[in-house]
Structures are given as C-alpha cells and as structure tokens.
C-alpha cells in the first residue's frame, strides 16, 4: 500500500520495499518484500517470508551509492551499507504457502538482506563503516 500514491497520502505511509514484523512490534521472524521485477518493469517481485535464513552468500560485496533508508531509522545515516552481492535465502513463502529457496542479486538481494539483519537487531548503520561511510570496494555492484 506505501507504494500506491493514494493509498499512501490517505492513511500517511511511508513508502517502502521492505518491512520486518518486529518494526510493527511483532516479535517473529517474518519479513515482508515488494521489489520491481528486474525483468519486467510491470511486475513486482513479493514475498513474505517466515523465518528466512541466508543460506549462501557471494563473497562479492553490493551497497546502494546513495545509502539504504529504514521506516525505523527517520534521520539519515550517510554512507556505503555493504551486503553481499549475490544470496540464497530458504524460507516459508505465506504467498505461495510452501518453503523456497530465493536465489537473489542486485536490488532484491540488498533488501532481502536489510529485512533479515532486522531479525536479529541489526541495522542498515551498523554495515556502514564509521571512519569511513563512502568507502567504496571496486571490486563491489554498485546500485
Ligand atoms: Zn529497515
């Protein structure tokens, strides 16, 4: 519903991909997604995922160049929020009511991540490197 303009304005949210059910003071493992599909720009990718773990990951960092935002962070944090590039997550899809295993890079595989750190209390920030939040990797994806 953020990401509908009328639906956002009339009941004032925020919009966001992303959102882990401990944000809304839910203590358990389930993750909601919604990410345009790289391959068609119509579509949108969506999962609701209990209790998603990471079960592979590149060694191939990724971060977004203009930094990762939180409905649960309102001020800005600046700076290079490293994730892997590319990741598996196992999970119980409520969408498609059966365990998956999403294979995910780029845009999704940062989000996927973000909304898992949140599981365990860790946030965007705490990926950013104090001395030095732009430091780039050149060996990273770089959205
Ligand atoms: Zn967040």
New binding site residues.
């Given amino acids: 519903n953020s990401q509908d303009e009328e639906i956002a304005e009339a009941e004032n949210l925020k919009p966001a991909v992303g959102i882990a059910a401990i944000?809304v003071g839910i203590p358990r493992k389930l993750i909601a997604v919604v990410v345009p599909d790289p391959d068609d720009p119509e579509k949108n990718l969506e999962f609701a995922l209990a209790n998603p773990r990471i079960i592979s990951e590149s060694v191939q960092n990724s971060y977004l160049e203009g930094g990762e935002g939180?409905?649960?962070v309102p001020e800005n944090h600046e700076g290079h929020a490293f994730r892997h590039a590319r990741i598996k997550v196992r999970a119980y899809d409520l969408l498609q009511d059966k365990t998956v295993v999403i294979p995910a890079e780029g845009f999704l595989s940062i989000c996927l991540q973000?909304e898992i750190d949140?599981l365990s209390g860790i946030l965007?920030y705490d990926r950013i490197d104090r001395n030095n939040p732009m430091k780039e990797d050149p060996e990273a994806e770089v959205y």
């Fill in positions: 944000q939180c409905l649960s973000h949140h965007f």
